[in-house]
């Protein structure tokens, strides 16, 4: 499950328990078609003292500042004011804005700027279409489409058990010493220039489908 930590300002996967609800819903698909039984996996006390009645809605665990940024394009200024279906954190609300106005997308005034409005129109997190919108007046616009597609792409690299350091090694030949933004690019090329081969994926441990997404 993704959980966003105000303190941190960072998301992150935790594993968790299902909800009640959810553990209800899935008994229920048992037999809906056809006879069937359910089986838990966990014990009663599990059930009744370690699982919510229902889920965390997603917009109380997560990071806000694209659903922010798109509520201040549609017209909401007010954001600690605003009836929210599901209330956010306002800790999480205030990171947001913070967040925002340090991109330049908010004024001095929490309202939207011409940027802010520009990188509205992106379905994207917002750090990511400054950097799409920056690039053109940097003249750096391949390069930095190249990397925003690569950071879409959760898992780059795979390590299979019995191949461990091998994998390593291939992974560390990509290796450059500006950071992993840089280094994602040089994957690309190197994809690039091997003409997409998936047997070159392959042989550098690097996951077919991700790179299919990004090309």
Known sequence: MKMYNPKTGMDSLVVAPISQANARQRAGRAGRTGPGKCYRLY??????CEMLPVAVPEIQRTNLENTVLLLKAMGVNDMLNFDFMDPPPVQTLINALESLYELGALDDEGLLTRLGRKMAE???????????????????????ITIVSM???????????DKQAMSDQRKSCFHQPEGDHVTYLEIYRGWQRNRFSNSWCFENFIQVSGRQNTE
């Open 122 to 144: 992106f379905p994207m997190e917002p750090q990511l279409s400054k950097m799409l919108l920056a690039s053109v007046d940097l003249k750096c616009s391949d390069e930095i």
């Open 43 to 48: 014990t009663e006390q599990a059930y009744r």
């Open 151 to 161: 950071l879409s792409v959760q898992n780059v690299f795979y390590r299979p058990k």
